[in-house]
């Protein structure tokens, strides 16, 4: 149990990643973010609902076959997952160099 705990934890936070870095940035980042997560819930509490009654019927290891089967295309469609935004390279310097300098504003003439 310790051990597939441990890999889901690492799947999970792999998939919150890819939703905040690739999914959710923008003008409306919290709001995607929102909407992807509600997804990932969505589709997480049926299958947990129905793997229970699905391990009684077939039998641990008949379900332990079952699961790595099915998770087969989960797999490949993950290696295809778009990187649509690229990746920080952490040059800061760059990015100093073409930040636009504020100037401050002159004060109003007495009058």
Do not use: W
């Not at 919150?16 to 919290?30: D, N, R, V």
């Not at 909407?35 to 990932?40: E, G, I, K, S, V």
């Not at 039998?59 to 295809?80: C, D, E, W």
């Not at 310097?93 to 003439?109: C, F, G, S, Y």
Request: proline share 10%; aromatic share 12%.
């Amino acid at each position: 149990m310790t051990i597939e705990k441990f890999g889901y934890s690492f799947g999970f936070v792999a998939n919150m990643l890819y939703m905040m870095q690739q999914i959710s940035p923008g003008k409306y980042h919290m709001t995607h973010y929102a909407f992807c997560t509600a997804l990932m819930n969505l589709v997480l509490i049926p299958t947990q609902m129905a793997s229970g009654p699905l391990a009684d019927a077939l039998g641990y290891r008949a379900f332990f076959l079952f699961v790595m089967l099915a998770s087969i295309p989960s797999i490949l469609v993950a290696a295809k997952a778009p990187f649509p935004n690229p990746p920080d390279d952490g040059n800061k310097d760059a990015k100093e160099e073409t930040r636009v300098p504020l100037v401050a504003a002159e004060a109003p003439p007495a009058t």
